[in-house]
């Protein structure tokens, strides 16, 4: 069964870190692009942060530049988020996402395939 599961989500001040992961079971991440997307309360879904299955490139939102750096352990299985410098706006759930598409830098949703059930971030005082 194809699995994706994020954790390392939680509540944090502003200013603070956290670190989120991304595990893939049932299949190898290697072919696959990855994406982190995150949808705060009464908004829509948007892209953060993604990375080839390489890992040698990755793009990001403007809103999380400098700020979000995306990683890879392709021998783990598994992907990170490190979110440093929080702000409250930060605060959202935050859903990884595959896809083999060559388009994967877009992050558009449509052409993410398997996604995970998601993990609460909130940056708040």
């Known amino acids: 069964q194809l699995q994706l599961v994020e954790s390392g989500g939680g509540l944090v001040q502003p200013g603070g870190s956290l670190r989120l992961s991304c595990a893939a079971s049932?299949?190898?991440?290697?072919?696959?692009?990855i994406g982190w997307f995150r949808q705060a309360p009464g908004k829509e879904r948007e892209g953060v942060s993604c990375?080839?299955?390489?890992?040698?490139?990755?793009n990001y939102a403007d809103s999380v530049k400098g700020r979000f750096t995306i990683s890879r352990d392709n021998a783990k299985n598994t992907v990170y988020l490190q979110m440093n410098s929080l702000k409250p706006e930060d605060t959202a759930v935050y859903y990884c996402?595959?896809?083999?598409?060559?388009?994967?830098?877009?992050?558009?949703?449509?052409?993410?395939?398997?996604w995970g059930q998601g993990t609460q971030v909130t940056v708040s005082s």
């Open positions: 049932g299949f190898t991440l290697d072919y696959y692009a």
């Open positions: 990375i080839s299955n390489t890992g040698d490139s990755t």
């Open positions: 996402a595959v896809t083999p598409s060559p388009s994967w830098f877009t992050l558009f949703e449509s052409i993410y395939e398997y």
